[in-house]
């Protein structure tokens, strides 16, 4: 069975950092595109970032360029997603989401790990 | 970045009913469109792709249709476990947008 597990949410201080990982596992993990994509509390779906099979290119949204930086180790099969400068506005559920393809759409979902940015 | 706009935002419809969700894109996406589905504490699940593709396992009563900028999600005749919040995301560029959503609720 092919399965997303994230992890390495908690509650940071405004200005804080925080790494979430996620571990793929049950398929060809560096044959597929990666995603991070984030729910706050009571809204809807944003994209955060999408990295490629082979670590590049990796591309951001406006609201966290430059503040977020996603990465891959295909060797241990998990996706990285290094969170700085952060906002209470990033408080929110974060997904890692698999594509089969670059241009893909995202097949397969964890189950979110919780962002709390608050003082 | 292209924008996407769902309607209707809420959906008030009854178990048999046949509904329909439009999204439409800033620009053209040519057939760069997906549909998922939203329960509550849970994980998006991917229902349709390229814009009519239904994915496996995914029950027939669901389809997808439209290119460029304007597409539309149907659910042939509404079942219990289909009352959940549906998204339209884009894939055409490097900035996968989603749709703001659409909350399908019994009436």
């Known amino acids: 069975e092919s399965l997303l597990v994230e992890s390495g949410g908690g509650l940071v201080q405004p200005g804080g950092s925080l790494r979430l990982s996620c571990e793929a596992s049950g398929f060809t993990f560096s044959a597929y595109s990666m995603n991070w994509v984030r729910q706050a509390p009571g809204k809807g779906l944003e994209w955060v970032s999408y990295?490629?099979?082979?670590?590049?290119?990796?591309y951001y949204a406006d609201s966290v360029k430059g503040r977020c930086t996603i990465s891959r180790d295909n060797a241990k099969n998990s996706l990285f997603l290094q969170m700085s400068s952060l906002r209470v506005e990033d408080t929110a559920i974060y997904y890692c989401?698999?594509?089969?393809?670059?241009?893909?759409?995202?097949?397969?979902w964890g189950q979110g790990t919780m962002v709390i940015v608050s003082s | 970045d292209i924008q996407m706009t769902q309607s209707p935002s809420t959906l008030s419809a009854s178990v048999g009913d046949r509904v329909t969700i439009t999204c439409r894109a800033s620009q053209s996406i040519s057939f760069w469109l997906a549909w998922y589905q939203q329960k509550p504490g849970k994980a998006p699940k991917l229902l349709i792709y390229?814009?009519?593709t239904l994915e496996i396992g995914v029950p027939s009563r669901f389809s997808g249709s439209g290119s460029g900028t304007e597409f539309t999600l149907t659910i042939g005749s509404l079942q219990p476990d289909d009352f959940a919040t549906y998204y339209c995301?884009?894939?055409?560029?490097?900035?996968?947008?989603f749709g703001q959503g659409t909350k399908v609720e019994i009436k």
């Open positions: 989401a698999s594509a089969r393809a670059a241009r893909g759409a995202f097949e397969l």
């Open positions: 390229k814009a009519s």
């Open positions: 995301q884009q894939y055409s560029s490097n900035s996968k947008t």
């Open positions: 990295i490629s099979g082979s670590g590049s290119p990796m």
